[in-house]
């Protein structure tokens, strides 16, 4: 049995109505592509950056970065590759970059705040995936955006990378394809001001489901209302793509619902386009998408 799906796995996977579904792994370091090689992953769909930055003593160097964003891209030969630049704060503390104690560290200074606030450091990161680019098919996402003004201030920093590489004549692809995550409700609600900004939007359902319920996604004592398919989040979700597909963008999720045939069925039929997951899961759900259907159906 496990053989006759890690066989299927490596084929590409339509529903039972005829769409193509994307089904793609969660890395958290270059070494882990071959797991979703393996596994048959048509894609990474979140390559999580921190490993980089967490558990040393100093901030990784661009050639560093760009050695190990290379590595993902050459591994996966030209599947695609979508590099999360850096999630840090919350809970995630880097010894070399002083940061206050926070009261409520998930509300607080991490991820894109840190990024636009550190442009030195995110920079860096963005010419060392840039440059990346030229070895395989990157594409960059931002993490948790809440506002448009963001996403422009993040892309106006992507453009200074661009430039910067230019000048210095090192190659890189122009048109890389750039999206953001949906994980905070207040993105999600305006997806369709947000879409026509970027190439695709990647769901966050951890996040999404964390701060739609505004309830801890650790804490078992309100772990009754981390509920995946409730209304709330499917209403979110249905929008979220419905704007996109309106201005021609694609969606993912690459939450841990999106590793759960149950939980995806309900996402293949609100239009999602990929599901990204751990690379263990991906034959079980190529196997599970062929008998899914994604007429789409509307959560009012
Ligand atoms: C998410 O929030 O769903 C997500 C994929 O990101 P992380 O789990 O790294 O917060
Ligand atoms: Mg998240």
Redesign the pocket.
Known sequence: EQTRLRAAAFETVYTADGKRIEIAGNIGNPADCRSVLANGGDGVGLFRSEFLFLERDQMPSEEEQFEAYSEAAREMAGRPVIIRTM?IGGDKQLPYLPMEAEENPFLGFRAIRLCLAEKEMFLTQLRAILRASSQGKIRVMF??IATEEELLEAKSLLAQAKEQLRERQLPFDEKIETGI?I?IPSAAIIADQLAPHVDFFSI?S??LIQYTFAADRMNQKVSYLYNPVHPAILRLIGRVVQDAHTHGKWVGVC?EMAGDPLYAKELIALGVDELSMTPSLIPRMKQAIKGMSATTLIYK
């Open positions: 999630d993490p948790m995550m994980e966050g951890n996040d939450g």
